[in-house]
């Protein structure tokens, strides 16, 4: 049996090449994969913000609407506003597109129940306030539930993070405490005794001070967003805005200075006005902050198209990088059989009786060596030749 030389060094060159081609392809496999997991990771969560968002603009008109259905029913009203329908549909809108991701399914529907029974309500002036009051805290409630589950109130970008702080935290607050003290100043000028009288001037204040509050807390949070963002247009939309709001929530201070008699008509005209400013700005807020995160999603997205284009350049690499060894190995190979002899070691066969194994004169006893020069053998075993033959 003859064993190449040159062929175990082919053989150990391609088993050579196959474990580093294994060694350098499972690790840039193990990262890809990573980087492609957290990137999906990343994805799936900007998205689920793009989709509380979307949520947090239907709210803005349902919390309005509630505010006017508050005043239309101690005026006597028993009908519900349109704005009111309106509102409650767009909210089942985004609520049966992204309830279940967002969470916000059982919630909805309680507060879509007590939505539904405020036209029936019936009895006194404080009977009434005290039912939108329930429906207003569940919808605030609301509010709450779509940024914590949607992950808006722990986005890593400082600019995201105040301006969702504004839009659903802020902003309704004041508009809800805005619509209670003013009604409340419409409810104590209709007091019959002193004793009701006092006793809703001091909730009344209690609510002044809160709209102030949240005011100033909108303020900082606006100023930080607009202090610390990358968007080209967030400080320039929100100036102008921000001063409407603002100027809102100082003519309903004026209409009910603390510890006096409110002016329930002052109150009325900033409430309109308040509301008005809301919806503007806040679809301003909600506008920056969606288009924040579609930046985001656009990067994330260019970050995913590029780790793929860097693994197939891998693989491609390291394919050309094998079949170029190969190539040269079979060059290399093709060199020594041409340039010089194959080294073989042969191991020959015992008791073999032909001419083989390069011995004319014997079988395969390597002891029927050829006679010494000048002597002639002794062929079938006869005489020898006489001397006069010689």
């Known amino acids: 049996m003859s064993v190449s030389v040159n062929s175990r060094r082919t053989r150990l060159r391609s088993a050579l090449a196959v474990v580093l081609t294994a060694l350098v392809l499972l690790p840039a496999a193990g990262l890809f994969l990573r980087v492609l997991q957290e990137n999906s990771k990343q994805r799936d969560n900007t998205q689920l913000e793009l989709d509380g968002v979307e949520y947090l603009s239907a709210m803005s008109s349902l919390i309005t609407a509630l505010a006017e259905s508050q005043s239309s029913s101690l005026q006597g009203v028993a009908t519900e ?30 507060l879509k129940d007590k939505i539904a029974k405020l036209p029936k309500v019936t009895g006194t002036s404080e009977a009434i306030i005290q039912k939108h009051i329930e429906a207003a805290d569940l919808t605030l409630a609301l509010y709450d539930t779509v940024r914590e589950n949607s992950t808006l109130n722990r986005d890593p970008e400082s600019d995201i993070w105040f301006l969702q702080q504004a839009a659903a935290f802020d902003m309704p607050t004041a508009v809800t405490a805005v619509s209670r003290m003013a009604d409340r100043a419409s409810m104590t000028a209709g007091a019959k005794t002193k004793a009701q009288q ?50 809102g929530i100082e003519a309903a201070n004026r209409g009910a200075p603390i510890g006096a008699k409110p002016n329930a008509s002052t109150l009325v005209t900033a409430q ?86 390069g011995n004319p004169y014997g079988g395969g006893n390597p002891y029927d060596s050829a006679p010494p020069y000048g002597e002639t053998p002794n062929y079938g075993g006869g005489r020898e030749r006489s001397g006069a033959l010689r």
């Open 272 to 357: 309109s006005t308040l509301q008005t400013a809301l919806s503007a700005l806040s679809g301003v807020v909600l506008k920056e902050i969606s288009s924040l995160l579609e930046d985001r999603m656009d990067s994330l997205t260019y970050k995913r198209i590029e780790a793929f284009g860097l693994f197939g350049v891998a693989i491609a690499l390291i394919v050309v990088g094998a079949f170029w060894t190969r190539t040269r190995g079979r060059e290399a190979q093709n060199s020594l059989n041409i340039g010089e002899p194959t080294r073989d070691v042969s191991v020959q066969s015992a008791g073999n009786n032909g001419n083989q194994g």
């Open 198 to 247: 006092q006793t809703l001037i001091t909730l009344l204040g209690y609510q002044s001070q809160k709209v102030q509050e949240s005011t100033d807390t909108l303020t900082d949070n606006l100023q930080a967003a607009a202090a610390d963002t990358s968007s080209d247009t967030l400080s320039g939309n929100l100036v102008s805005n921000l001063d409407s709001f603002r100027r």
């Open 81 to 110: 506003p349109a704005s009111v329908t309106a509102a409650v549909s767009r909210v089942q809108g985004v609520d049966e597109r992204y309830g279940d991701d967002l969470g916000t399914k059982t919630r909805w529907a309680d």
